[in-house]
Structures are given as C-alpha cells and as structure tokens.
C-alpha cells in the first residue's frame, strides 16, 4: 500500500560545495569512534551505527525524528578532521586555480586587458541566453588558450609553475617543493569572490570548501547491516570506509597531540587522504583500490554506486524493477482476443490487485474475503485509518461483516483486469501495450494471439515477457484509453498496419481467394462458429457457398473498398488475398470506420481463415514442397551455365561492383524461372506468393542455386597469394574462385562451396550481433537528444525550456486530419521527440536483428550499413564514411578534363621503385617516365632537411640529418606529398546520365577554385561542410537529404514531419549539433539527465563547480529520476472536482 503523503512538487535542483559550517549543520551527530557495537551489542554513541542517523530495525524509533524504519530517511553525520584532506574529484580545479592566481596575494594573474575580453565573453553569453552553467563551461576552455604570466600585476611576485601529480599531490617547479593541503586551503582563502567567475568557477561557491576539513557520513539507510542466518552482523561497503577514516583520523589526532615526528604525521596524513579519496571514487588512476578485509573484493564506493549502467541512475532512479510483475516465457493461443493474455492461474494467485470498497461492489468484495483461501479471493485489506490487517481463516467472517466503503481489498487478479504487457528490447511505444488478463489454469507460460508478435518484435522460440498489473484507477483508465491493441494498430513512424493477420492466417485467405470449390450451408456455420454471433447472422441462408462468400459474412453490408486486387460491394468480397492486399484492406476500414470495429475484424478474418484451414482444407509443408520437376531442373542449370560462361568472359574488364551486380542477376533470373514454373498446389509456393512467410530468396537457395556471397561488403578478397582461399589453385579469375556457389542446398554443396557459404554466414552473423549493440546505443543517444520535445496546447512544438523549436508540426496540417489515430481531442503534451527517436531508429534496430536471414547475400547489409551510414549523421562527425559530392562543370564537355583535375595526386603515385638507404641518409625514386619526374621537382619546395638531385628517370634524396626515424618520417612525407588535384578527392567518376561528375571524398573549398567547375552546382554530404561554407539551411537540407537516402535505399517510409522536426532539434542552436554528450544535450540544463546519460562522474564534478541549476518544468528523463509525474501526454493536466456548495 502506498501511504497518503503530501507531497510537494520539485521545481528546481542546485548544485554546489558544502561548506564547513554546512556540514556542520546538515549533520545530526560527531562521529568519532569506528566501532558500531560494544560487547553486549549495543549501538556505541557517536559510533557508525549511532541511532541518531536513522533506524534500520523493525520497531525502533529513530532518535532524530522519531520516525520508524519506513517513516525515515536516515541523517547524515559528520568527522572532524584532523588535517584538512583534498577531495580527489577536484584536484583538477584545484589546479587550475592556483595556476591563473597568484601564490603571495591570492589575485588573478591577467592584465585588464584579459579580464574585459573574459567580461565580454561573460556578457555576450548571457546576452545569447546561454545559462551560468555553460558560460562558466565556456571561459574554462577560453582560459585553456590564455598564457600565464610569470609575475603578479598587483604584488610582483614571481609565480613558480604549479605541477598536478594525479590524484592529489602538487608541487613547485618540477617537483622542487611539495605543496600539502594546508597550504592550498590557505592559498585559496585568498581569491576573491568577485574574481571566480573569471576561473569558470560559481561565485556562490568557494574554492577552499574542495578541501575538506569536515567530512559527512551517510545515513544508516544508505549503508544497512546486514544479518546473516548464521547471526553474524555483515556491514556495507561505506561503513568499513568510514571505520578506516576515523580509526586513521583518532591516530593522527593523538600523533598531532603528542608531538609525535613529522615523518609519522606525513604518513598519517597520507594514509587518510588515500581512505577518504577510496571512499569517494575507488577506481582513482595511480591509486590502490581498496578491497573488502575478508573477501579481498574492491569495494563499491560512492562513485561506483552512482555510475555505470548497474549505479544508482541507470539501474534504480531510471530502472524498471517494480512490485506486482511477473516474468515467463510466452507461447501462442490464435482464440484468444487481441486485447487478452492467457496468465497462468498460479500467477494469478500471487498478484495482489487493489480494489476500493464501494456501496455498488461491495457483495463482490466479501464474496473474496470469504473465499480466502480459494482461487479468487482476499489476501488483505486495509482500513480508512491506513492499518492493514491479512485475511485467515480465523477472521474472515469477522472482516466480511465489518467491511464498508472506503476500505481497500487486495485480491487476486482475474479475468478483465488490466495488465501491461512488455518485451525486451523495447524498441518502441509498441513493445509496451495493455491487456486484458484471461486466467488460465494448468499453464505455466503467458499466452497471446500469435498475430500480435509483430509490434513486440517476438516468436514463439523460447522468448519471454514482463507483465505488471496495474494498481490505480487513474493507471488502468489511463492505460485503456491510450495503450490498448485497438488503439494502436497503425504505426506512427509511416502509417503502416502494425498488427495484422500473418503466417497460417494469409496462407489460407490465398487459398480461400484460389478455392472455387462448394461447402455447404452447415460446413459453413462450422468455420464461423468462432466469430461473434452477429457474423453468423450475415450469413445468408442457401444451399452452398464459396469460401469468400463465407468470408464476406463479417463486413458490414453499408462497407465498400476498391483497391488494386481486392474489391468489396453489397458486403461481397472478390479478388485475390495476399499478405500486402490484406493489410491495405484492414488499414482502409480502420480509417473509415472505428478502432474498435477494425480490431474485431482482424479477429474474425483470423477465426475464419484458421477454421478453413483446420476443418476444411488442411495445410502441411512438407520436403515433397520443395522438389521441381526435371525440366525446370534442366532449364535452370543450362540457364546458370550459359549465364556463367559470359560472365567469365567479361570479368577481366569489369570493375568489382559490376561484376557483383552481373552475378546477383544470375540469381535473381534463377528466381524468376522458379517463380514462372512453380507448383502452385506446392505449399512453400503458397506462402511465398502469398506472402505468408520466406520468398523465394530463400526457396530459391534451396532448390534453385546460392550465388554470389557477399563478405566485407564485396566478394572474397584475395588473402593468399593470387587466391582466395587455399583450396584454389593461384591466379585464377573465375567467379567460383571468389565464392560464386552453383549449387543449392537440395543438391548439396561441393567442398569448396561450403567453405565460401561458412565465411559469409558468419560474417553476417558477426557483423549483426555486434552492430545490435551500437544500434541500440545509438536509439538511447537519440532518445535522450530528443526526449524534452513536446507538443503544447497551440501545436507548437517546444522543448524542456519551452523554447520553440517549430510553429508548425506540418504543413498539410497533419495532427488535425489524423483520423486513423482517432484522437477524440488534438494530441497536446505529446512526447513528439521520443515518437520520432523510436520511429527513426526502431526500423533500423528490426533490420540489424534480421539480417543473419540473408546471411551471404547483399541483403545482409541492410541494417548494418544503413546503422553505422544513418549514425555517423546524427551525430554530425566531421568526416562521414561515405564522403561524397557531386561536381557540374559549367560547360558538359568538361566532364572528362575536369574529373581529372580534381582526383588528388600524391607523390608516391608516380613512383614505381623506392630504394631507401639508411647508413648514407640517401632516398631513391624511380618513376616511369622523366616528364613525371620533371614535374615532381617542379611540385617540391625547396627544403633545408634534404638535397635534391635527379638523373634521368630518378630522383635523389640527400638527407642532412641522418638518423633512422628522421629518415622514416621524411620519407613518408615525401612520398604522401600531395602535388597535383584537390586534397581528399579519392576519386572522381563521370556521370553522363547525369551531366555531373561524383567524387569519394569531400572538400568544396579546394574544389571551388577549379575554374572549370560551376559554383552554383556543388554538392557535399558532409553536413559540417555544407553548414560552414553555404550556411545553416544548406547544411539542414544536407541532413535531411542524407536521411532520406539511408531510409529510401533500405525501403523505410518515415514521415516527412519526423525528419523535419529532426533536423529542427539538431539546427535548433545556430550550428549542426550530433546526438552525442557534447552535442544537443550539452545545451541543456538537464544536469541530472546528463549524468545518467554518459560520463557521470565528470558531469557530477562540473555540476558542483559551476553551481549548476536543473529545470523539471518539461525535462521527461529529470522527473522520471527525482520520482515525479512526467510532464507530457496526461501529465500536463490534473483533474479538478468543483467543491460542492
């Protein structure tokens, strides 16, 4: 039960450095003793487990706020230190101060001059809206390019230069002097306030609190003891921290007292700075990590417990662990409906559903309290006054005669109640919908209609699913009303139908379409016994009919539909019903009729179509399928002959990506002939045609041939000497040498065959499984970039700081005409950003999983190249791996020339023999002409390191500094010399067809001063070049240009809205920013996103030091961390009761 607590709502969050009086008065207790529990095994006062930090006993009461163990948080205690200790996180910071101030007087070592350029940039800043979180980040990196002056302006002092040796440990001058903390602290005393800003540091702080002289002790409740079955008391991680600094502290305190050498002082003192910097990050570079004194495993500090994906952000604040959920594995049920759940009854047993006791529902609930015991009942109740009492036996009569309204029952779940159902990866809203449970007995696995697997990305091969039943009223409603099958049966990436009928379901409405057999009147009745009885009732009444007559029963008579293949008039259905056909049908009822209409016709067109199957026709797949008769046969070998045989003729004088395409068309041919002699009664034919499952890629490789395999992108490379694999015999240039299979799977293959279709088939398994990760990666990125955009009461979309980010969703005014989403009001609060990142990345992720179905073959590249092609452009790289312009000359007889011109020419292109002699410093090239040799020299500067000679066809290399890796080095750069062309145009291709010439590689600039070339005709995909020379809008249709490729090429619809809006987001602050950390999120104040997000401990350090603030007004991921209702959809709104008179 959830306790009625009033709580209040967090605006804002602050971040910054204690001080020492803070500490003090934060903390409820000095904690001076290391001990926790003396002989008879009581808490020992001003101990570790002093009780005044909080309770984690049942029963007690906290000595601070008298509170229980669930009413209180714990309080923080604090250590008086005995010699102040530099908090390692910021020995950076410490650094950097002392390094820009000065060692005598504590002032900043700049001329006026420096402090109004700074006061400039601090002011152009807050002019452009940039908040003191990232203007202090700013004049970090400008004071980075700042010089030190050697002497103070203000004291004249000279300043030695101040060495950091990480962690914690600085000296003067190369290690001259050691500075020790006492020193520091003073040091920092001394800069003003006023001066601080210009050191990227928050005024409302002061340097010297990054030393401690006072250290917090977390609560009890965040270091629990734990008792073992054997009575042994096991502490936490932090306490055996603690117990280390205050057992080292107590020492150095008595030490100090006593006089004691200063050599034991400086080990003392050196041993506590090593625990207290432990316990704030145990993996400090150069450091000892400090382990568990039994186990000898490290411990997990105070760092370790923030960061990472297992820290408290990632795996708690923003984790799914939840009560009320159960796991298992999931199995198909085709009768159940699509807005049900088979739940095992044993489940069902466990769950605990809370109902209020009303006057209308108040029999049902006794009959549960009654019922303890028994499947359903009561498990407890909980009364007005908030106690809870559980249901026995003994006083079930007693409680069901008490029971009224305004008590809570917890009950078991039963049929009807409201679930979430779930599966992982949730790529998308879709991977998480609602249900209704249908209690199962005698089953151990979820169960759901197997025409749902699509949305989840699921079969039926061993996978499980999460279920969590939901609790509130205000939860379930909301779930009906917004997450329920009906209401999302059409994809909001592209419009298409998500759930549909599939598999066994097309097969037979293929068949019923084909079928012109007769079944008669009580057959007929018998196929449409699972649908409701109003279908029934459509049948009209005669002797016989056809199987889509029996099919036309469950549309409504006034429902017309004219498509390409299909037709329905009068309530009569005609034409031919395949998977594509299908699902253009179902999508145009859902437009012209209700949700809930087109859900129940999913349902009948799957009852029928099963029924046919089952009770009328049968369908089997057998290897009878898969055998063609000997004239196919024959016409498909003599075909790849022939076609083989050409192709060995050509592929001396072919480039490698024509001779892929010539081979892949050999295959594809193959399939034609399969396709145009097929079996049609063949079951494998069915559901290829039909759509149903495969096609005839794969029934092809089985019976017809494999083809070219694809490995790296390409064909086999050539690894040995003059062959592929050692199994060839050398220089041969045939396709089957480089992994061109004959053969089919039916047949067999020859040795050498299996080996080349084991190499791309694991390929492509590898080259899947390790892009997963990254796709997946590259989803998070995109969802924490775009994860604040939301939709406001206007249609305007802003972000978490209610800037604009674009006035008009769309232009065609697409919210507004969106009836297939049947909003009942305009979607205002929707999360518009985290739609899109799921809608542009969802597809790519479902095409990486899939592609080891096309292992070998070029299909197997569709996810893995359009992931790393579509990453590489949202995160703005510089340089993209696919680099490319297109170049038109102003006059198109320039073609030729000027593709020459462009392509960069290096020295060692030229070259056909190097001779390189180290002893004597001498370099020889030989080229194979002497004009190239001539315009080499021409091409070199004169150089002071080398004399340069030449003698016919040579050039001579005299180098004056003899040395091997001064000679290495020249060399290299000799030959890498780029003497004629564009720098980083690799190549340059003519394209007639299209009057322009295409280039590997980009630099428009250097191509720009080619006086040959148009400059109004200059294309680049490098999006960070396009944005520098021709400005933003050119750079934001050069994104959108690229997207759009990634997706047509890949066969993705995405709507033109979602890509706009992109590019909006990522061109929102006058410069094309990725998806990275130091992208579009570094712009925003949402400190607590960006620690959960990547580099934790850094944006933890920053946040301290420039006092950042966090905004939760419309920040999704913020509010999901503190605990808060996320600010979109329904949580922009709460609901008012107007107060009766």
Known sequence: MIENINLKKIESMSFGLLSPEMIKKIAVVNINNYQLYNEDGFVIPNGLADSRMGVITPGVRCETCHGMMNQCYGHFGHIELSRPIINPLFARKIHHILSYTCQSCGALLFSDKKKQELNALKNRLEIQGKSLNNILHMIDDYLKLVEKPKTCPFCNTNQDKIILELPWDYFFNDHEHNINPIQIRTWLEKVKTEDLVYLGFNPLNRPEWMIFTHFLVAPLTVRPTITLETGVKAEDDLTHKYADILRINNYLSASLEKGAPEVVIEDMWSLLQYHIGTLIDNELSRVAVARHPSSNIPLNTLI?????????????????RTDYAARSVISADPYLKLDEVGVPETIARNMGISDVVTSRNIEEMKSYILNSGTYPSAL?????????????????????????????????????????????????????????????????????????????NADFDGDEMNMWFLQDIEARAEAEALMKVKYNLISARDGSLLIKPKHGHISSLYLMSHDKSLISFSQAQQILSNCSFDVISNLKSKDSYLPLEILSAIFPKDYEYKGKDVIIKDGIISGILTNKTVGVLIKDFYIKRTPEEAAKLIENICNISLSYLIQYRGFTVGLSDYVVNKKVENTIDSFIETKYAEAEKKIRSMKEQEIIYELDNIRNNVYDILLKNANINSSAHIMAISGARGGYPNFGKMVGMCGQQIITNGRPEIGYDGRAISHIKRDNTSPEARGFIKSNFKKGLTPREFVFASYSSRESFITAYTIIPETGYGERKLVYALQDLYMDDKNIIRDGDSNVVTFEYTKNKFVENLKYQNFDCPPVGAPVGIIIAHALSEKISQSALSAFHFAGSSGSLIGTMASN?????????????????????????????????????????????????????????????????????????????????????????????IGFKEIMFLKNRILRKIVRGVPRILEAHVLENKGCIETRGSNILGVLKNELVDPTRVFSNNIIEMTKIFGLEAGRATFLENINIIFTAQGIDVREEFLDLLADRLFFYGKPLGIMRFGVLAQKDALLTKIAFESPKQNIINSAIYGSDTNFKHNIMENVIVGQIVPVGTGLWNIKAKSPK
């Open 304 to 320: 370790q417990r923030l960061t990472s994906k297992d820290g408290m952000f990632r795996n708690n604040l923003l984790g799914k």
């Open 869 to 961: 092609d579509l990453l590489a452009f949202l995160e703005m790289r510089a340089n993209p791996p696919k680099e490319l312009m297109q170049i038109y000359p102003k006059q198109p007889t320039d073609l030729i020339n000027l593709a020459d011109q462009l392509v960069q020419r290096k020295i060692q292109d030229y070259v056909s023999d190097v001779k390189l002699d180290v002893e004597n410093g001498i370099l020889l090239l030989t080229c194979s002409d002497k004009a190239d040799v001539e315009f080499i020299v021409k091409q070199l500067e004169h150089s002071k390191t080398y004399d340069l000679t030449e003698n016919g066809n040579e050039l001579r290399f005299s180098i004056k500094k």
């Open 380 to 456: 407890n109740v909980v009364l007005p006054t908030g106690s809870k009492r559980r249901i026995t036996a003994e006083n079930k009569e007693e409680l069901a005669s008490s029971l009224a309204p305004g008590w809570i029952i917890f009950r078991n779940a039963k049929d009807g109640d409201i679930l979430i159902f779930n599966r992982q990866p949730s790529l998308h809203k879709y991977s998480v919908m609602a249900f209704k449970a249908k209690v199962l007995p005698g089953i151990r696995a979820f169960r759901f209609n197997p025409v749902l697997t699509s949305p989840f």
